[in-house]
Nanobody
Framework: QVQLVESGGGLVQAGGSLRLSCAIS????????MGWFRQAPGKEREFVGA????????YDADSVKGRFTISRDNAKNTVYLQMNNLKPEDTAVYYC?????????????????WGQGTQVTVSS
């Protein structure tokens, strides 16, 4: 059974930074492309960014481009989301997801496994 566990969420002031981590267990981490999504109250789940299986290719949504960076450490079975210059509109529950694919994916239904989510709150 594949399990994804996010950590690193919390409360931060606008302009601050957080780094989210997502650890995967149960399968070979390097077999999966990884993605980050977020969901604010009353809104649909939104793609944030993704990274290919090898880590050689990444893609960030326009809303976070230049502020968020996704990376992975296959030796530690962990994917990261570094979030800088946070804004109140970044407030959401952030989810990591794993897709049995080489290349990154941007739609929720392309992912096979999901974490439980971690809350990020940005105060103005």
């Amino acid at each position: 059974q594949v399990q994804l566990v996010e950590s690193g969420g919390g409360l931060v002031q606008a302009g601050g930074s957080l780094r989210l981590s997502c650890a995967i267990s149960g399968r070979t981490f390097s077999s999966y492309a990884m993605g980050w999504f977020r969901q604010a109250p009353g809104k649909e789940r939104e793609f944030v960014g993704a990274i290919s299986r090898s880590g050689g290719t990444t893609y960030d949504a326009d809303s976070v481009k230049g502020r968020f960076t996704i990376s992975r450490d296959n030796a530690k079975n962990t994917v990261y989301l570094q979030m800088n210059n946070l804004k109140p509109e970044d407030t959401a529950v952030y989810y990591c997801a794993a897709a049995a694919s080489y290349y990154w994916k941007s739609y929720p239904d392309e992912y096979d496994y999901w974490g439980q989510g971690t809350q990020v709150t940005v105060s103005s």
